[in-house]
């Protein structure tokens, strides 16, 4: 929840309260082969072991979105941080504006099966080879744009992510849904669905018929 915290169901479907650290939830990734539960709060990034011992993570002072990466590995972003973690909670990599991150406020995270970090922010989507993103990296990170300005996109506040095979589903925070083809590490814009306007954070998701669903500001 927004402002009492995560709750876990057992059984019997009742509700227990996890105490995350902090109560304002914007994100939650759930590490089913480790029984870790990420929680992005508006304090942090914490990580619950076995979904219940919870332990702050990093010092970022928001998460606004969590993301698995593979193998073990998380993304977290926020206000002016893009990080990377293990699977028990170390500190993989650290990205910050003030050291020349392109992006400030990272709202929607989402890794495609060949590789590619798309990372939603309030200046347009940015995407890169994650290889590129790691500390082992030796080749200089090369971060591509789709925003309003260059006429991808119709808001450049990206809340929304899901990738879906070569397609790349987008959500804006006023401007609805648009949808890219990617291809050779290009994006191409194939569709729009500007009357979905205001689109929540972590809004959109591919169902089993290829479908999405999607979850706005009025249903």
């Known amino acids: 929840t927004f402002a ?3 709750f876990r169901p057992d059984k019997r479907r009742t509700l227990t309260p996890v105490d995350a650290k902090n109560p304002n939830i914007n994100a939650l990734h759930w590490d089913a082969k480790r029984r870790n539960l990420w929680v992005g709060t508006a304090r942090g990034l914490v990580l ?3 979904g219940v011992q919870c332990k702050r993570m990093g010092d970022v002072a928001g998460v606004h979105a969590v993301a698995p990466l593979g193998g073990g590995l998380v993304a977290a972003g926020g206000e002016g941080e893009l990080s990377i973690y293990e699977a028990d909670g170390t500190r993989k990599q650290s990205m910050l504006r003030k050291h020349g991150l392109p992006f400030r406020a990272v709202w929607a995270l ?3 099966k ?3 970090l798309y990372v939603g922010t309030t200046s347009g989507l940015y995407h890169a080879p ?4 790691l500390p082992t990296s ?3 990170i090369a971060w591509k744009r789709a925003s309003m300005v260059g006429g991808d996109l119709p808001d450049d506040w990206v809340t929304a992510l899901a990738v879906d095979g070569d397609a790349v589903h987008v959500g804006t925070y006023n401007g609805g849904v648009v949808r890219f083809k990617r291809s050779a590490g290009e994006l191409t814009r194939e569709g729009a669905h500007p009357s979905l306007g205001y689109v929540n954070p972590a809004g959109i998701t591919v169902l089993d018929g290829g479908e999405i669903a999607v979850a706005t500001m009025s249903g």
């Open 110 to 112: 989402a890794k495609s």
């Open 48 to 50: 619950c072991e076995q």
């Open 4 to 6: 009492s915290g995560p």
């Open 130 to 133: 994650l290889a590129r993103l």
């Open 138 to 140: 030796t080749e200089k």
């Open 114 to 116: 060949d590789g590619v």
